[in-house]
């Protein structure tokens, strides 16, 4: 297996310096059939014994999850929210993280509705989610944890779909470096009228285009406080899009639970 990337938290993980000391993140690529349909393995590990709890949010990207837990192996649909773990006691997850569009052809019907929610594994992977859960997080070690799940997804593994990569072709339009900042843009950007993105993103993504774009501008914002060293909120607002700072600040606020300067403070510093 080739080796897990751990060198520091994504975008979208709120106080990766709290992160680093919590947990332990490593991800791992899919074998070659599995590339047309998920991004990357992850592994989430913690020990907190003898530490209070600590609480963990993460802003999702728009990707679906195939989540082993102990007591919740689930599918997860896009959470349009923050996502907020109690990070307690000893354990550890795999997640799969399917592509924009990579879980619809394993499931049969929309996205859109799956969004905030959940679905049990059985139908997906051919065998009972407790079966599976065990199998997966009994493995001694990364390696042969990435290896169950993906021979679980392997012997479910359906036909390529072209709307799939359609959408995840959209969305990585949506997510790229000084990208368009609204839905119009995007249309322009890869030739797609609305209406047709619209129908696209709710079957294949299973959020609206306009909540992809304003996501990848918030994470990419909590990605660039979080960095040491000064910064201007009212250029950084206007270099991700925002009608003003005052639009920004709210939207930010919302999501985050901390304005862009109590967040940016709070990232500053040793921990």
Known sequence: M?????????????????AARRIRLATYPPSLPLQAFVDYFWLVEWD????APEVQRVLPYPN???VFDQGQTAIHGVVRGAFD???????RVLGVRFKPGGLRPFIGFPLSRL????MPVDDILKT???????????????ASM????QA?????LPAPDPRAAIAEHAVAAAAAKRGPINVAALCDQVGIEERALQRLFSNYVGVSPKWVIQRFRLQEATWRLAAQGSVDLADLAYELGFFDQAHFTRQFTALVGQSPMEYWKSQQGPR
């Not at 009972?128 to 990364?142: F, W, Y």
């Open 2 to 18: 080739d080796k897990a990337d751990t060198a520091q938290a994504p975008k979208g993980v709120v106080d990766p310096a709290g």
């Open 152 to 156: 679980m997804l392997m012997h479910a």
């Open 48 to 51: 907190m014994t003898g530490r």
């Open 128 to 142: 009972p989610g407790g079966q599976a859960e065990l199998h997966v997080l009994g493995q001694k070690d990364d």
């Open 146 to 149: 990435v290896a169950a799940a």
């Open 85 to 91: 773990r109690k990070v307690e006691g000893a354990g």
């Open 115 to 118: 969004a905030d929610r959940t």
């Open 64 to 66: 679906a999850h195939l």
